[in-house]
């Protein structure tokens, strides 16, 4: 018996791969939803829905898990398979496209959690001195690095945008 015989057609290509974009905004927002579900337990509590059951915080980590799982899982196919089958070509498109799809899904995740650095850089900054954020551009690292002013040389927190260092 084949592995394939479970999963005949079921190999993911990359004529499927648009579908999975929902994965993006999902897993971009889950760290938001987790918090938000955290801060509204109580009033979710006294709901009458199954989901307070099983757990929401356990039903809104399943994309995340699950959309890392993917390419794993046809990996392991793929090794379990004869390399003379002809199926593997298609197990190969599959992880593939499944890797991509988890690098857009890192991206967005990334994407989101500059913005919440740029949104809290926007409230910690009283004087921008005449700069508009809203040219800055896409912000790109944020953290500590050695800024080194003529000869004198300190650490300070700064952030990186497409525009403007801050």
């Known amino acids: 018996m084949c592995i394939f015989s479970i999963l ?62 993917y390419p794993l899982l046809l990996d392991q196919i793929l090794k379990a398979t004869d390399s003379a089958d002809p199926r593997v070509p298609d197990l190969e498109i599959g992880i593939t496209t499944a890797s991509r799809i988890n690098n857009r899904v890192n991206d967005a995740i990334g994407r989101v959690d500059m913005q919440v650095i740029v949104d809290d850089l926007k409230e910690r900054v009283e004087d921008w001195k005449g700069h508009e954020v809203a040219h800055f551009g896409d912000l790109l690292l944020n953290g500590q690095f050695t800024v080194v002013k003529g000869d004198a040389k300190g650490d300070s927190e700064r952030e990186v945008c497409t525009g403007i260092l801050v």
């Open 8 to 69: 005949d057609g079921a190999i993911l290509t990359s004529s499927q791969e648009t579908p999975f974009g929902v994965y993006e905004n999902f897993c971009g927002h889950f760290k938001a939803a987790q918090d938000l579900a955290v801060q509204k337990a109580a009033e979710l509590n006294k709901l009458d829905h199954p989901l307070n059951k099983a757990g929401l915080g356990a039903f809104l980590i399943k994309p995340p898990q699950r959309i890392c799982k």
